[in-house]
């Protein structure tokens, strides 16, 4: 599986930006995925998880209620709609898959990641 995350930019406090991470691979739909994110001199950090069918979601409890995680299986692609944007939102948000069809919040059992995106809030 490959994948290629897009949608970071600048942008304002209280603002909103939607992610994208699109995948190749016959079997995307299987399997979980989560969004993860790293700012500078901190640990990769989960931010959301969807299950194989978007029927479970999860979310770190610095983003509930901020952060929307989705997937559309037919385009092999899963969002993160992100509102209400805070300048400690600020990081490289990175989309990450794990061959099981239920997610984790631990990296490593993602076996499959992005190149990350920038996001950048500033206040």
């Known amino acids: 599986v490959q994948l290629q995350a897009s949608g970071g930019g600048l942008v304002q406090a209280g603002g909103s930006l939607r992610l994208s991470c699109a995948a190749s691979g016959r079997t995307f739909s299987s399997y979980a995925v989560g969004w993860f994110r790293q700012a500078p001199g901190k640990e990769r950090e989960f931010v959301a998880g969807?299950?194989?069918?978007?029927?479970?979601?999860d979310y770190a409890d610095s983003v509930k209620g901020r952060f929307t995680i989705s997937r559309d299986n037919a385009k092999n692609t899963v969002y993160l709609q992100m509102n209400s944007l805070k300048p400690e939102d600020t990081a490289v948000y990175c989309c990450?898959?794990?061959?099981?069809?239920?997610?984790?919040?631990?990296?490593?059992?993602?076996?499959?990641w992005g190149q990350g995106t920038q996001v950048t809030v500033s206040s």
């Open positions: 969807i299950n194989w069918n978007g029927g479970r979601t």
């Open positions: 990450a898959v794990t061959p099981t069809s239920y997610f984790t919040r631990y990296t490593d059992d993602y076996n499959y």
